[in-house]
């Protein structure tokens, strides 16, 4: 399962299968999680200074075996060093479709159509087996407790539900007997921190901080306009 599923899963509501969080920003957070996929998968290195500045380039083109990452691969190909900014946006457009398509062929959630407003047709994404989704928030749950340390995968989703603002959304902060703002704390302090040690030592840490900082700066800019 990629990470961008599983962060797919964590803002869609089971019941109703609604997202969490505005589309167009899941959107964004999406490219994002390609981008951290990518990375953690030796496809992608950095060029540039400072977040802003710091552009993606393709180190390996070969296959990966999963067709969406191999289109993010291509389009991140042309043009090669492209601003990490306006790369996760391109990446995330008409992502989103592609993702519900496989959960759905894992019959891990159902396409429904719905009347939104009770005239305008919508297709909503509820669950159809919530497991999967409940071993993903599990993990999320026992990082934002401080109960495990997050592996790489389970920190990058921490950070993509901190850029959307919506870490209280995925979980229950009253499971944790957390006030929404320390919970917010928490996902901050683990998107920061969590790569810091990676960060000195080589450039995967590097990357994916820089990756999650413009992914939050992206969802900022779409929703300030």
């Known amino acids: 399962m990629l990470i961008a599923e599983d962060l797919l899963l964590l803002v869609t509501d089971g019941v109703t299968g609604r997202l969490l969080a505005p589309a167009i920003t899941v959107d964004i957070a999406l490219g994002g999680a390609n981008m951290v996929e990518l990375t953690l998968l ?69 396409p429904e159509q719905r009347r939104a407003l009770g005239v305008i047709p919508v297709l909503r994404w509820p669950a159809q087996d919530a497991r999967h989704a409940a071993e993903v928030r599990a993990a999320v749950t026992q990082a934002l407790a401080q109960q495990a340390e997050p592996d790489a995968r389970t920190a990058a989703l921490v950070g993509l539900l901190h850029a959307l603002r ?46 999650l900082a413009a992914t939050r700066s992206a969802i900022l800019a779409a929703t300030s306009s």
């Open 42 to 110: 030796g496809k992608i290195c950095l060029s540039g200074a400072g977040y802003q500045g710091k552009r993606a380039i393709i180190r390996d083109g070969s296959p990966t075996g999963d067709e969406v990452l191999d289109r993010a691969v291509r389009t991140l190909s042309a043009p090669q060093g492209t601003r990490l900014g306006a790369a996760v946006r391109r990446l995330g457009k008409k992502l989103r479709p592609d993702l519900y398509s496989r959960l759905a062929a894992a019959g891990l959630v159902r």
């Open 166 to 211: 919506c870490e209280h959304k995925a979980i229950d902060p009253l499971q944790l007997s957390l006030p929404r703002r320390q919970l917010r704390a928490r996902a901050g302090q683990i998107a920061a921190s969590s790569w810091a040690n990676e960060a000195a030592g080589g450039p995967d840490g590097e990357l994916i901080s820089a990756i």
